[in-house]
């Protein structure tokens, strides 16, 4: 059974740093685009980040460009996203997600930016 | 970054009744929607993908149509179990941008 396993998410001070991890098994990670999505408390889905099979395309959404960046090993079947000057708006529940070619998401982790 | 709105944004309706839920693109996505079912503390739940490709186990009451900018999901006699948070998706690029989600409301 596909299974997409988030961790990294805590609590982090505004302008901090944090990096999730989402470990994939029971496919071909190396095969497929993967993707992080959020959602703050009580809101909708965010799409936030997309990264290409090699890892050389990466995608952006406008509220987290130049703060966060995706990555992928997939000698590891992991995918990461490494968060800086975190603000209290980037408080949510982060899933990672595979949407092009079948699709599959993790329980989510959740990130709280507060003092 | 193509944008999508849908509506409406709340709905109330009881149990068998017909309900439809739109998605409308800023450009053109050809099929590429997908509508997820939501509930709360859950991951959401793919139910159509290529606007009207039904995804494996989900029931036949529900049901998507549309291309280009214009789409729907519909279901036909809602059940109680289907009241739920809706979002459509688009996936024409790696911009993969959701619509504000539909909270289907028992009447």
């Known amino acids: ?115 | 970054d193509i944008q999508m709105t849908q509506s409406p944004s709340t709905l109330s309706a009881s149990v068998g009744d017909r309900v439809t839920i739109t998605c409308r693109a800023s450009q053109s996505i050809s099929t590429w929607l997908a509508w997820y079912q939501q509930k709360p503390g859950k991951a959401p739940k793919l139910l159509i993908y290529k606007a009207s490709s039904l995804e494996s186990g989900v029931p036949s009451r529900f049901s998507g149509s549309g291309s280009g900018t214009e789409f729907t999901l519909t279901i036909s006699s809602l059940q109680p179990d289907d009241f739920a948070t809706y979002y459509c998706q688009q996936y024409n690029s790696y911009y993969a941008t959701f619509g504000q989600g539909t909270k289907v409301e028992i009447k």
């Open chain 1, 1 to 115: 059974e596909v299974q997409l396993l988030e961790s990294g998410g805590g609590l982090v001070q505004p302008g901090g740093s944090l990096r999730l991890s989402c470990a994939a098994s029971a496919f071909t990670f190396s095969s497929y685009a993967m993707s992080w999505v959020r959602q703050a408390p009580g809101k909708g889905l965010e799409w936030v980040s997309t990264v290409s099979v090699s890892g050389g395309g990466t995608y952006y959404a406008d509220s987290v460009k130049g703060r966060f960046t995706i990555s992928r090993d997939n000698s590891k079947n992991t995918l990461y996203l490494h968060m800086s000057s975190l603000r209290a708006e980037d408080t949510a529940v982060y899933y990672c997600a595979t949407i092009w070619g079948f699709n599959s998401w993790g329980q989510g982790t959740l990130v709280t930016v507060s003092s």
